[in-house]
């Protein structure tokens, strides 16, 4: 069932963040153009047309990243909090599932947001002579790897996929802070959006607080002490470490909201 949902809610976005990659494809070919013919024009006319241009790729790029931001409330909120709620909550698919497919959507939109803005500022930069130098440097960049020893290039490996596992549950952990401060704010009577702008702010106030709380007392302890700075290890080794160890943190961090999310929604959503 999780995969129904998931197709669903792939269905209802891509309705609006397709054609905002469109736009945003249209916007930098035409930057592209108006950087190479426009800008540089004896024609005042071209040229304020080039920045016109220019502009509403800014705007585009603005635009594609909000709306992958908004669009991860908007459906939330809208689904299950909202009249749209007493339908879902009749299906036969758990709390979890809902959660889930709603949390894994918004990060893929996030990652295909990040690659479209990458891909669209290529075009942009695009010149004559770019798309050999890009070549030359991904060759480069393989024939590097090849030469690596199989200790270094293991480890190379997985440092990037370290870094790809951060960032994903970092977007993870993202949306479900803001799941978790709209669900208990809508288990309130009244004024539920205001209770839920204020859920969000305490959320970040106890979690500042609690890690700095923590943080004290680590040090008081003298842990950190015994932990690191008796502690010599390769550089690698180091970055493997400082990289478990975010992950890790992400994931506490993450599981502290999804079990608030869950909780509300399960024992106090109130959709009057």
């Given at each position: 069932?999780?995969?129904?949902?998931?197709?669903?809610?792939?269905?209802?976005?891509?309705?609006?963040?397709?054609?905002?990659?469109?736009?945003?494809?249209?916007?930098?070919?035409?930057?592209?153009?108006?950087?190479?013919?426009?800008?540089?024009?004896?024609?005042?006319?071209?040229?304020?047309?080039?920045?016109?241009?220019?502009?509403?790729?800014?705007?585009?790029?603005?635009?594609?990243?909000?709306?992958?931001?908004?669009?991860?409330?908007?459906?939330?909120?809208?689904?299950?909090?909202?009249?749209?709620?007493?339908?879902?909550?009749?299906?036969?698919?758990?709390?979890?599932?809902?959660?889930?497919?709603?949390?894994?959507?918004?990060?893929?939109?996030?990652?295909?947001?990040?690659?479209?803005?990458?891909?669209?500022?290529?075009?942009?930069?695009?010149?004559?002579?770019?798309?050999?130098?890009?070549?030359?440097?991904?060759?480069?960049?393989?024939?590097?790897?090849?030469?690596?020893?199989?200790?270094?290039?293991?480890?190379?490996?997985?440092?990037?996929?370290?870094?790809?596992?951060?960032?994903?549950?970092?977007?993870?952990?993202?949306?479900?802070?803001?799941?978790?401060?709209?669900?208990?704010?809508?288990?309130?009577?009244?004024?539920?959006?205001?209770?839920?702008?204020?859920?969000?702010?305490?959320?970040?106030?106890?979690?500042?607080?609690?890690?700095?709380?923590?943080?004290?007392?680590?040090?008081?302890?003298?842990?950190?002490?015994?932990?690191?700075?008796?502690?010599?290890?390769?550089?690698?080794?180091?970055?493997?470490?400082?990289?478990?160890?975010?992950?890790?943190f992400t994931v506490l961090y993450g599981a502290i909201f999804y079990a608030v999310t869950v909780f509300c929604l399960k024992k106090h959503l109130n959709l009057e």
């Amino acid at each position: 069932m999780l995969r129904k949902l998931i197709k669903h809610e792939f269905r209802a976005t891509a309705r609006i963040m397709l054609p905002m990659y469109l736009v945003l494809l249209i916007t930098a070919v035409g930057s592209n153009l108006a950087g190479r013919e426009m800008l540089d024009s004896r024609f005042d006319a071209l040229n304020v047309l080039g920045v016109l241009v220019v502009m509403a790729f800014g705007f585009a790029v603005f635009g594609a990243l909000v709306m992958s931001f908004v669009l991860m409330i908007q459906r939330f909120y809208k689904n299950l909090l909202q009249d749209e709620g007493y339908l879902m909550f009749t299906l036969p698919v758990s709390v979890h599932q809902h959660i889930w497919a709603k949390v894994i959507v918004s990060a893929v939109w996030f990652i295909a947001t990040v690659l479209a803005v990458i891909g669209a500022s290529l075009i942009v930069a695009y010149q004559g002579g770019f798309l050999r130098e890009f070549l030359d440097f991904l060759r480069f960049f393989l024939e590097g790897f090849r030469k690596l020893k199989i200790s270094e290039a293991l480890n190379g490996t997985a440092v990037l996929a370290e870094l790809a596992i951060l960032m994903f549950l970092c977007l993870v952990a993202f949306s479900l802070q803001f799941y978790a401060a709209l669900a208990a704010g809508h288990s309130q009577a009244s004024h539920k959006m205001i209770w839920s702008v204020v859920c969000f702010f305490g959320f970040q106030f106890v979690l500042q607080f609690g890690g700095s709380m923590l943080m004290i007392g680590l040090n008081k302890l003298n842990l950190f002490d015994s932990l690191f700075f008796h502690w010599d290890p390769k550089p690698i080794v180091a970055i493997h470490v400082a990289l478990l160890m975010s992950i890790g943190f992400t994931v506490l961090y993450g599981a502290i909201f999804y079990a608030v999310t869950v909780f509300c929604l399960k024992k106090h959503l109130n959709l009057e």
